[in-house]
């Protein structure tokens, strides 16, 4: 296929990869400072998911020069639509990922970030507001994303002091959170089963509660009845999810495999928050547990992704 029909077909789904890259690395900091591993690996791996972003949003730039009325669909589209905030999402990891490294460059990151995440949430409920052509079968767990990037900004706020943005994209993140799960749960129970490409997306239940958990234990600075409430449920999930986990054999790979990746380094950030204000060994052996597993899980779809590059199923027309 020529490369610039390739472009024409360039997805935005794809910054979910960096996403999942830039989760990872977080995750491996968390696990370096708590556990007295020796450090580099997470560091290394946040310029990794940088480079790999900054690649990503050339092409897509470039798509949008080349191609505007293709992303202009995109936009229009009541499933990709939701995958563009998680360009905004990338950039408020890496402030987090940053924040050791330099930080007036996560300080950057999050002033860039979160405006631009608060446009895509703005724009994105307008979408859906005055719409007239979504329906019920549309709605899948990617429209999530908009409102886990709100959750995600207290993260990295509270660090350089700014508590009450930080409350304000919280609050927005957490109750926007409510609302979703209860649509998601009718159309998941009352309505035809997703289709095989968006099954990946059943993890990404893992990350509101997951996310909102490490957020407020930033901005309340303790765990209490509602931190546990947050954690609880995120580990809850993922039960749910092991109890399902015979739905998701034999899908076929396709670039919504990533949606594994961020919900897991998610709550493996959690349980290693619970275990440090607790120091309960649970939490400790479910932090290694989970840990395994998105290393397991990076590494499975780095080599997915590369594998699909190389034999040309990626950036074709739906």
Request: glycine content about 6%.
């Amino acid at each position: 296929m020529p490369n610039e029909s390739r472009l024409k077909h360039f997805p935005i789904s794809f910054f979910a990869i960096t996403m999942g890259l830039t989760g990872f690395s977080v995750a491996l900091q968390r696990a370096e400072k708590l556990f007295g591993w020796q450090a580099g690996a997470g560091q290394l791996f946040s310029w990794l998911a940088a480079c790999v972003f900054l690649v990503m949003l050339g092409m897509y730039a470039l798509k949008a020069l080349r191609y505007g009325e293709d992303v202009r669909k995109d936009l229009r589209h009541p499933i990709k639509l939701s995958f563009f905030p998680a360009i905004s999402i990338t950039l408020l990891l890496l402030s987090i990922a940053f924040h050791q490294t330099s930080q007036q460059l996560s300080l950057l990151l999050l002033f860039t970030g979160a405006p631009l995440h608060l446009f895509f949430t703005l724009f994105v409920l307008s979408t859906w507001i005055r719409q007239n052509y979504f329906e019920i079968q549309h709605m899948n767990p990617s429209w999530f994303i908009p409102v886990v990037g709100n959750i995600l900004v207290p993260i990295a706020a509270v660090e350089h002091g700014y508590i009450e943005i930080a409350w304000f994209y919280f609050s927005i993140g957490i109750v926007f959170w409510l609302v979703l799960m209860s649509i998601v749960f009718n159309r998941i129970i009352f309505h035809h089963p997703l289709p095989e490409k968006l099954m990946p997306t059943f993890f990404i239940l893992i990350a509101p509660p997951a996310l909102g958990f490490i957020a407020y234990v930033k901005l309340t600075g303790g765990i209490d009845s509602f931190a546990r409430v947050l954690y609880y449920f995120a580990l809850f999930i993922v039960l749910l999810l092991i109890a399902l986990s015979r739905q998701f054999y034999g899908i076929k790979f396709y670039t919504s495999w990533w949606a594994y990746s961020f919900p897991v380094a998610a709550i493996s950030i959690a349980s290693m928050l619970m275990y440090s204000q607790t120091r309960n060994g649970f939490f400790l052996a479910v932090s290694y547990l989970l840990l395994t597993a998105i290393t397991t899980i990076i590494a499975l779809l780095t080599f997915k992704t590369l594998q699909a590059v190389s034999r040309r199923e990626i950036c074709v027309e739906d």
